[in-house]
Every structure is written in C-alpha cells, then in structure tokens.
C-alpha cells in the first residue's frame, strides 16, 4: 500500500510540472534498507522509497 501511494503521489506531481508526456517511465520503487530520521526528541528507523524518471524514445537508451 505505501509503494502504491507513493507512485500515485510521484505521478500526480510529475502532471503538475507538465511532464507527463515527455517522461517515458516513471515510478516508485521501495527499497530493502531503512533510513534514520528524528521525530521529535528521538531517533527513528523508516522505510525508503526511491524515485525513478527516464526519457527515451526507444527504450534501449535514456536521459535520467
């Protein structure tokens, strides 16, 4: 449920910016690693989401 959140949250901003159409592949992707934070006074542990844009024209070479 969170990766798909946050590829629909990755896809609405790539619109809002005018991209949609130029970006050939776009998503998210959870990764296997957690990243440390603070949250208030403490020290926390979440999970790491990582964004991925590429353009191309035949999906053999690409701009990231």
Do not use: C, N
């Not at 449920?1 to 776009?26: F, N, T």
């Not at 296997?32 to 191309?56: C, H, N, W």
């Amino acid at each position: 449920a969170i990766v798909r959140a946050a590829d629909h949250i990755y896809i609405e901003e790539i619109k809002k910016a005018g991209l949609y159409l130029k970006i050939s592949q776009a998503y998210a992707a959870l990764l296997p690693v957690k990243a440390v934070g603070v949250m208030g006074d403490k020290r926390t542990y979440e999970q790491v989401i990582a964004l991925r844009a590429v353009e191309t024209t035949d999906f053999m070479t690409a701009d990231w």
